[in-house]
């Protein structure tokens, strides 16, 4: 039943293809053991504030710890700007 919890969620609410979330679980197979109020869904939900797809972030984004998740997150969401 949890298994199939984590299933639904990546293909419903993170918006995975099945093929995405295949490759991403034959990548890292530790994915489907993560906690996924605890750390699936805080983190996609956090994502999905930026507009960023799960299904395109590097697959081992969830194995980040908390702080090197927040680290990447705050790299490709950051003000950038082009002086001249």
């Known amino acids: 039943r949890n ?3 984590k299933i639904d969620f990546f293909l ?6 099945q093929e995405q979330l ?3 679980v034959l990548y890292q197979p530790a994915l489907l053991a993560y906690s996924l109020e605890g750390r699936l869904r805080p983190r996609i939900q956090q994502l999905q504030q930026y507009s960023i ?3 395109y972030t590097p ?3 969830m194995s980040l710890t ?3 998740f927040q680290k990447w997150l705050n790299m490709h969401t950051g ?3 082009i002086s001249t």
């Not at 419903?12 to 293809?17: F, L, P």
């Open 3 to 5: 298994l199939m919890q």
């Open 12 to 17: 419903k609410d993170a918006e995975m293809t």
């Open 22 to 24: 295949k490759d991403f």
């Open 53 to 55: 797809t799960f299904g």
């Open 59 to 61: 697959p081992y984004l």
């Open 66 to 68: 908390d702080d090197k």
């Open 79 to 81: 003000d950038w700007s």
